[in-house]
């Protein structure tokens, strides 16, 4: 994969190459710790004896944070520099987890409602920490030329691809009965060891590490900084929807990720009642697409950009999730419609699941395209000194997405299977044809 070479005239930095190497890792190790969780964090809620419903509000009560924080924290990245926002919420990122572990405690000395509120704290903090995405976004914007751009992007999203295929793994092993029981006979005795607690600690610690990455490595860009304000969430979310370049950007991020996140949260459900699959057969499904994810993020997005623009990048993989996503409840009848597999292959292979793969691999080519060229699109739409703001705010309508569409897709998928699938597409159909007028209506800067 291909690291962009040159920084922009006024990044400043001197090895733009090795910048982008820290960032990258920084934002690695953090979804890392981040995914380090993801198997436990079901199971650390029923703990507490309550509803499943609790598991909902909690990833709910995160990105409806992130919404809140995500813009103020890209805001204040133009006005007092990168580095420092990136280490302020790797800080905060940290601290939430160790409140995370210590969820179980707060129950056992002083009652179940205790320990679920410490769970939301923490959920909270973490999610207006998790504002740094927009600060490292815009770091890379700061130190890559335009047409470079959409690679370095990719990069940053191929990152959250490898934390969400390593860091499952690692919990998952936190969290087996012999590393638990290891930690419970070596740790002092005032540090809980549990299958809970030992990944909520292990993600502080990666927390800490992204935060020695960048207080030892990342230096910060010499740019034009953004005039200090004082804007409200609703003054920045009403000054881009205004903004002609930004407007069709941040309502394409808003769709997308409502009907991203909801079928993300379906799709677990949709494979034990429609394939009759298991946690770990359902496991190895989510690591096929996180594996595709970063090929196509880190590798497939760079060299297309070399030959496309952001627009059209952005066209395709939104043409491209839409017809996943449409497809994809429908598998099984669609496999069925295909012809009888070699003997050798279907023994290991049925014509169902090939017709999920075909599906699942399309749903990651699209969402790796569309999510990389859309930053790129945000990234040449705002001026130099309002890079963390535009990202800001994009990623906090993004945040907002993620906190509406759990919740409607659940709903739906109560009622009919496939109907948050299907409604994921015509979700994305608005966004196909705001790219289509955005790519008409503007010549976008070559990619590459």
């Known amino acids: 994969m291909s690291v962009p070479e040159a920084a922009t005239a006024t990044a400043g930095i001197r090895n733009p190459r090795r910048a982008l190497a820290v960032v990258v890792a920084v934002v690695f190790v953090d979804l890392l710790g981040f995914g380090v969780v993801i198997p436990i964090l079901p199971f650390y809620v029923r703990s507490f004896g309550v509803s499943d419903v609790f598991i909902g509000l909690l990833a709910a009560s995160y ?36 409140v995370f572990g210590l969820a179980g405690e707060a129950s056992s000395f002083v009652g179940v409602t205790a320990g679920v509120a410490t769970l939301f704290l923490s959920r909270m903090v973490a999610g207006a920490m998790g504002g740094n995405l927009a600060a490292a976004q815009a770091y890379v914007a700061d130190i890559t ?101 930004l407007r069709g950007l941040v309502v394409a991020f808003f769709l997308a990720s409502v009907a991203f996140s909801g079928v993300q949260v379906m799709f677990i459900p949709y494979a034990a009642d429609v394939y009759g699959y298991d946690a770990t057969q359902t496991a190895f499904l989510l690591t096929y697409v996180g594996v595709l994810g970063v090929v196509n993020q880190g590798v497939l997005v760079g060299q297309l950009s070399k030959r496309y623009d952001a627009a059209r990048i952005a066209v395709v993989g939104a043409v491209a999730l839409l017809v ?66 535009a990202f800001g705010v994009t990623q906090g309508a993004g ?50």
């Open 399 to 448: 945040s907002l997405g993620r906190t509406i569409g759990p919740p409607v897709m659940a709903a739906l998928y109560v009622l009919v299977y496939w109907s948050p699938f299907v409604s994921g597409a015509l979700l994305i159909a608005p966004i196909v044809a705001l790219l289509v007028g955005l790519a008409g209506r503007r010549r976008a800067p070559t990619v590459g």
């Open 145 to 245: 030329p335009p047409e470079r751009r959409a690679g370095a992007l990719g990069l940053i999203g191929a990152s959250f691809g490898l934390g969400f295929i390593f860091g499952p793994a690692i919990g998952g092993l936190l969290a087996s009965d012999p590393v638990v029981a290891a930690a419970d006979r070596s740790l002092p005795a005032i540090v809980p060891a549990t299958p809970f607690s030992l990944p909520s600690f292990a993600a502080a610690l990666l927390s800490l590490l992204s935060l020695c990455l960048a207080a030892l490595f990342l230096s910060e860009p010499d740019r034009t900084r953004g005039p200090a304000g004082r804007g409200t969430l609703v003054g920045q979310f009403a000054s881009a929807l205004r903004d002609a370049d």
């Open 324 to 389: 996943s996503l449409a497809v994809l409840p429908f598998s099984p009848a669609l496999g069925r419609l295909l012809p009888a597999l070699p003997d050798a292959l279907a023994a290991t292979l049925s014509r169902e699941l090939l017709a999920l793969l075909v599906a699942l691999g399309l749903l990651s080519f699209g969402n790796g395209l569309l999510n990389v060229a859309l930053s790129t699109l945000v990234s040449t739409a705002a001026s130099a000194e309002t890079q963390g703001s």
């Open 63 to 98: 990105s409806f944070m992130q919404f809140l924080f995500a813009p103020f924290l890209g805001r204040l990245s133009d006005e007092r520099g990168r580095r420092p926002v990136l280490m302020l919420s790797l800080l905060g990122s940290a601290i939430a987890w160790v």
